[in-house]
C-alpha cells in the first residue's frame, strides 16, 4: 500500500538528507528546470515552465506529455483533457498515451469518448484486465448517469477546506475526521504538500447529519507526533481505537527515482485501550513496516472480527482487504486475505462495516466511473456474494471512498475528490429522502440553423458549482427528462461534435407545488466557413483587458468547442460601443481580445489556431455610433465578444 491514504494514491516519503540535487551556478534552461521541478512533485509551477515551451508551432512532445501529466495530478482534468487530445495526435505518441487519455476523459464523465480512446489503445496494445474493467465501466456509467439513485448528496461546506478532509468516525454526536492543517499551525510540515501532517479533527454533528465548527486539537493523543495519522475507528464500549499512522523509523524501505533515494514510510496499525487507568497504545502485531503497510481498519458488528488493508504477501494485488478473528486470550488471529470475490489486482481500502452486516468499500479493480468506486458486499470473513457498484451519485467520475452508513437508514457520509468540492478530498453527508411534490423538466434539442430537432446531443444536468447532477442524450426527436430536486438552481447544457453548445438555467426554489419545466436547447452549427458566433456573457472590468473568472468559465466551453473540432481556426474578435475615442477603443478591444486568445493557449488549444482581432466599434450592431444618444442596453449589444470561422 505504499503509504497510500487518499484519493490522489500520493506516496508520503521523505527525501534523505545529502542527497538534494545542489546546483551550479549557471542556471538551468527552462525544459531542464521544469524538469526538476517535475521530479520533486511540484507539479504547478512546472505545468508554467512546460506551457512556455508548448507555445510554438512544433512543441516537444515530451513537454506535451509532461504538461498533460502535471494537469492530471493536480486534478485539472479539463486542462489535462485538452493537453491529452494534443499528445496522442502525435505520430511518435505511444499507446500508454492513449491509457492516459483515456483515464482523464473518464475523469470528466466523457464516457463514450473514453471507450473510443481506450478501444484504440487495446488496438495498438493489446488487451488487459485492467482496460477492459475500465471499458466496461464506461459503459456501466453511462446507464448510471442517465438513472441516478435517490441519494442526496450534500457538500459539507462547513468544515471541508482546500487541503484534504476525509475518512469519517460518528460518535457521541460528534463526526470524527481526518484533515490536513494549513502550515503554520503546527511545527513540522510534509515537505511532499507543504502542509500539515494529516491529523484527526472533531466536528458537531446535527440532527440531519450536517457538520459544523470543526476543531483540531493538537493535545489528543493521537495528534502529538509528527506524522500522518488517519483513518480512525472505534468500538462500541468507546474505549478502544484503532488508527492508522505512517512509520518513522530510520529503517523504513527506501526506493529510488529519478537518481534520488527515498524513505518510504510505510503505514502501520496502532490499537488504542482505555481500562480507566489512562491509555495503553499497542502495534497491531502483524505490522511489518518494512516489507508492507497495515491499515484502514474496521470492525464486524460483534467486533470479533478485525478487517483491514494491507499489501502484504499473499494478496491478489495491489491493497486488498484481509481480516484477523479475535482469540480466547484476546489477541488478533492470524490475517487471511478477504478473498477473490472482494479483492482484485487493483487497490482495495477504506472497509466499513454497518450495522446490517454489509462490507462497503473502495475499488479500482472493478468496472467503475472513474478513480476509486464505492462497492457494497454481503457476508463475512473470505465469503461475500452481492458485490455492486452502489452507482452515481454516491460515485462520481473521480475517487469516491471511506462510505459510512450512520443514523436514519440510508444515511451517513462519504469522502470524494469530486467537481465542486472545496479542494482536495471532501466529506459530503447523503440521505435519501422521499419528495413530497415532483419536479421534472422535459426539453428538446435543435440545430439552431435549420430548426430541426436534433438527436445524440449530450444534455447534462449541472447544479450548485456546475457539480453533475445527471447526464444522458437526446433522444432521435430530440427529448430528454430529467427528474429535479426542490430548492436548487439548475444549468442544462448540451454539447455536440461540430456544434456550439447552448444552456439554459433554471431553479427549484422557492416551488411547492409539483411542476414539470419545458425548454429548448438550440445548438449552432460549426463547419461553415465565415460563420460568427456570438458568446454571451463575457465580461471586462472598467478599462481591463484581463480574463475575469466568470468569463474564464465561459471561454471554457470555447475550448472544449475547439477541442472536440481539431481542424477548425478561428477568429476571436472584440468588440466595443462607440463612447470614448475611436483610437482608445481599437486598442482597448484588441488587448481584450488577445488576452482571451491567451488565455484558450493557456488551456491547450495551439496558438496557430487561434486569430486576435480588436475591432473597436467598427462594427456596431445597431445605431449607436458617435454622438448618438442611446440607452445603456443599446450599448451593452455592442459590447460584444464573438468567434468566426476562419478553416475547418
Not at 66 to 83: G, S, V
Not at 222 to 231: C, M
Not at 566 to 584: F, M, Q
Request: proline share 3%; glycine share 8%.
Amino acid at each position: 500500500m505504499k503509504a497510500k491514504y487518499i484519493s490522489n494514491t500520493f506516496l508520503i516519503a521523505l527525501m534523505l538528507a545529502g542527497n538534494i540535487t545542489v546546483f551550479a551556478q549557471e542556471q538551468p534552461g527552462l525544459r531542464e528546470r521544469a524538469n526538476q521541478l517535475y521530479s520533486e512533485y511540484k507539479y504547478a509551477y512546472a505545468a508554467e515552465i512546460y506551457q512556455k515551451l508548448a507555445d510554438k508551432k512544433k512543441p516537444k512532445l515530451s513537454d506535451l506529455e509532461r504538461l498533460a501529466d502535471c494537469y492530471h495530478k493536480m486534478n485539472d482534468y479539463e486542462a489535462a483533457e485538452t493537453w491529452y487530445s494534443r499528445v496522442v495526435q502525435d505520430p511518435a505518441s505511444k499507446a500508454d498515451n492513449l491509457l492516459s487519455y483515456g483515464t482523464v476523459l473518464k475523469n470528466n464523465s466523457r464516457y463514450v469518448e473514453a471507450k473510443k480512446v481506450l478501444q484504440d489503445y487495446i488496438t495498438k496494445a493489446g488487451k488487459s484486465k485492467k482496460v477492459e474493467n475500465e471499458i466496461a465501466g464506461c459503459d456501466s456509467a453511462i446507464v448510471w448517469l442517465a438513472n441516478p439513485t435517490k441519494h442526496q448528496i450534500k457538500n459539507e461546506s462547513a468544515i471541508n477546506t482546500a487541503n484534504a478532509e476525509f475518512s469519517t468516525f460518528p460518535e457521541n454526536g460528534k463526526l470524527y475526521y481526518i484533515g490536513q492543517p494549513d502550515a503554520g499551525i503546527l511545527k513540522t510540515i510534509d515537505g511532499r504538500t507543504g502542509n500539515g501532517y494529516l491529523k484527526v479533527y472533531s466536528a458537531n454533528r446535527s440532527s440531519d447529519n450536517s457538520l459544523n465548527t470543526s476543531l483540531f486539537d493538537n493535545q489528543l493523543i493521537y495528534n502529538k507526533e509528527d506524522l500522518h495519522v488517519g483513518p480512525i475507528t472505534g468500538n462500541k464500549a468507546k474505549n478502544g481505537f484503532y488508527l492508522t499512522r505512517t512509520y518513522t523509523g530510520k529503517d523504513a524501505a527506501k526506493t529510488k527515482e529519478a537518481g534520488k533515494k527515498y524513505k518510504t514510510n510505510n503505514l502501520e496499525l496502532y490499537i488504542y485501550s482505555n481500562n480507566g487507568n489512562g491509555w495503553d497504545i499497542q502495534p497491531f502485531q502483524y505490522n511489518n513496516v518494512k516489507q508492507y503497510s497495515v491499515g484502514h481498519a474496521a470492525l464486524s458488528t460483534d467486533e470479533k472480527i478485525l478487517y483491514f488493508v494491507s499489501d502484504m504477501p499473499g494478496g491478489q494485488g495491489g491493497t486488498d482487504i484481509w481480516y484477523s478473528e479475535l482469540q480466547a486470550d484476546e489477541s488478533w488471529g492470524q490475517p487471511k486475505n478477504a478473498g477473490t470475490a472482494i479483492n482484485t489486482e487493483g487497490d482495495e481500502m477504506f472497509p466499513h462495516i454497518a450495522a446490517d452486516g454489509t462490507l462497503y468499500y473502495s475499488t479500482n479493480g472493478l468496472p467503475g466511473m472513474g478513480g476509486l468506486d464505492i462497492f457494497s458486499a454481503k457476508g463475512a470473513r473470505n465469503q461475500w456474494n452481492a458485490v455492486k457498484n452502489m452507482g452515481y451519485p454516491v460515485n462520481s467520475a473521480n475517487d469516491d471512498f471511506s462510505f459510512v452508513v450512520y443514523g436514519q437508514e440510508g444515511s451517513g457520509y462519504l469522502s470524494s475528490n469530486r467537481k465542486g468540492g472545496a479542494g482536495d478530498d471532501d466529506i459530503y453527508s447523503f440521505s435519501i429522502i422521499k419528495q413530497k411534490i415532483i419536479l421534472a423538466l422535459k426539453g428538446i434539442t435543435y440545430n439552431k440553423k435549420t430548426s430541426e430537432e436534433l438527436p445524440a446531443a449530450v444534455v447534462s444536468l449541472l447544479a450548485d458549482s456546475n457539480s453533475l447532477v445527471s447526464k444522458t442524450f437526446s433522444k432521435d426527436n430530440g427529448a430528454f427528462y430529467f427528474e429535479l430536486s426542490p430548492d436548487r438552481d439548475y444549468t442544462i447544457l448540451a454539447q455536440k461534435e461540430k456544434f456550439y453548445a447552448d444552456s439554459v438555467t433554471i431553479s427549484t426554489k422557492g416551488i411547492t407545488e409539483s411542476k414539470t419545466f419545458e425548454i429548448a436547447l438550440r445548438l449552432d452549427p460549426l463547419l461553415e466557413k465565415g460563420k460568427t458566433i456570438r458568446i454571451e456573457n463575457i465580461h471586462y472590468d472598467f478599462d481591463k483587458d484581463n480574463i475575469r473568472p466568470d468569463a474564464a468559465e465561459i471561454l471554457n466551453e470555447l475550448v472544449r468547442t475547439l477541442r472536440d473540432n481539431p481542424t477548425i481556426k478561428i477568429e476571436l474578435a472584440s468588440h466595443t460601443d462607440s463612447r470614448g475615442s475611436d483610437v482608445y477603443n481599437e486598442d482597448l478591444s484588441q488587448r481584450r481580445a488577445q488576452s482571451a486568445v491567451n488565455y484558450l493557449v493557456s488551456r491547450g488549444i495551439a496558438r496557430a489556431r487561434l486569430v486576435a482581432k480588436g475591432y473597436g466599434e467598427k462594427r456596431l450592431l445597431n445605431r449607436c455610433a458617435n454622438g448618438v444618444v442611446c440607452s445603456v442596453a443599446e450599448h451593452q449589444e455592442n459590447r460584444r465578444t464573438e468567434f468566426t470561422i476562419l478553416e475547418f
